[in-house]
């Protein structure tokens, strides 16, 4: 929720795609902390309705931000584009509700950008029974095909919720499935924006000089595995999760039992002897990266040693599911989503 990753693609919708540019924008402090407030505030799909007022001025500023920021852009890059992906801010997710709210009004943003918006990715696969996420498998095996790793690999991306995508062969669309398996950066975050003036724990150097309490970690790591298999959940939102099992700690003690913790259920997932390749801010997270690592016994690859900036993965990946969108292509499938049949997604608003 820090500001807006931006990129300008071009692609078939297919086996091809080219990047043109790609620019980060970040929020002001005021809009990151109306986000954050609105976001935590949002406990329950109720709130959706009693904070509706709320959620409808911080849309706004979110929407005339998103617009300033393509404009923008389209100066810079001087290219004419066809139309815009617009995934907006994410602050409720309830695979069961079948509800995924993102903040972002893309009739607004198309009025403003005088250009066609294409919006909403998520609900049309949660209507035809799927979990509204991961929808970025798609796009990571189009990149394992451009950058021609040998199969089979895991992709890996630790944003806030971690989710891997396994690609297995090329020979057809059930070939590869993906799945959230956890917290990635969201308990870390959270704690540090709560015990310290920071936002994140930059390289993980305030969990490396912290103690890991192993009896808290112990007992939080059977509460949350017996939690997992009583709800059977197969998308997370960061609402579940919290921070209590880390209260009365220090900032550093906390963060690292947090990242240990983290490390532990991502590790849980992650397959032996195959090419794994990492996305997502997480990434940067050394510590985070070491302690998985260790576990596994595997060296992580980052995204970035394939020649592409891990930073706008999923700016690109929602660019080339407008793409998909538009040509009434499929973005989700019954082994990503569990969607009942291969589906389109986003809905079109024509300037």
């Keep these: 929720m820090d500001g807006v990753d931006a990129s300008i693609i071009q692609s078939d919708g297919e086996t091809k795609y080219n990047v043109i540019i790609d620019k980060y924008f970040k929020y002001s402090q005021s809009i990151f902390r109306d986000l954050t407030r609105i976001r935590d ?3 329950k799909s109720k709130d959706l309705k009693k904070f509706s007022g709320e959620i409808k001025n911080i849309e706004k500023k979110i929407t005339l931000f998103h617009a300033e920021a393509v404009n923008k852009l389209l100066k810079k ?3 004419n584009i066809d139309f815009i992906g617009f995934h907006g801010q994410t602050i409720y997710h309830n695979e069961k509700e079948k509800i995924s709210k993102q903040l972002g009004d893309g009739k607004l943003l198309s009025k403003l950008t005088k250009k066609t918006v294409v919006y909403n990715f998520r609900q049309n696969d949660l209507k035809y029974g799927g979990s509204g996420a991961p929808l970025t498998p798609i796009f990571h095996r189009l990149i394992i095909d451009k950058c021609k790793i040998k199969l089979p690999v895991t992709i890996l991306n630790l944003g806030g919720i971690a989710n891997i995508t396994n690609i297995k062969n090329k020979k057809s669309m059930d070939c590869f499935n993906s799945s959230d398996i956890g917290p990635g950066n969201c308990l870390i975050d959270m704690w540090i924006r709560k015990n310290s003036k920071k936002n994140y724990d930059t390289n993980g150097l305030i969990a490396k000089s912290g103690k890991i309490e192993k009896i808290i970690l112990k007992k939080t790591l059977i509460q949350y595995k017996k939690k997992k298999l009583d709800e059977q959940k197969t998308t997370y939102d960061i609402k579940d999760f919290d921070l209590s099992f880390a209260h009365g700690l220090s900032l550093e003690d906390g963060a690292a039992t947090i990242t240990e913790y983290t490390s532990n259920i991502l590790s849980d997932y992650l397959p032996n002897n195959v090419t794994i390749i990492v996305c997502g801010g997480g990434r940067k997270n050394k510590f ?3 302690r998985i690592e260790e576990k596994i016994k595997t060296k992580l690859k980052l995204i970035d040693n394939l020649g592409i900036d891990g930073d706008f993965i ?11 969108s538009y040509l009434k292509l499929p973005i989700s499938f019954p082994s990503t989503t569990g969607v009942s049949k291969p589906c389109t997604g986003g809905v079109i608003i024509k300037n």
């Design 41 to 43: 505030k949002i406990k």
């Design 77 to 79: 890059s001087k290219v």
């Design 288 to 290: 985070l990266i070491k």
């Design 314 to 324: 999923e700016s690109q990946a929602f660019a080339y599911l407008s793409i998909r």
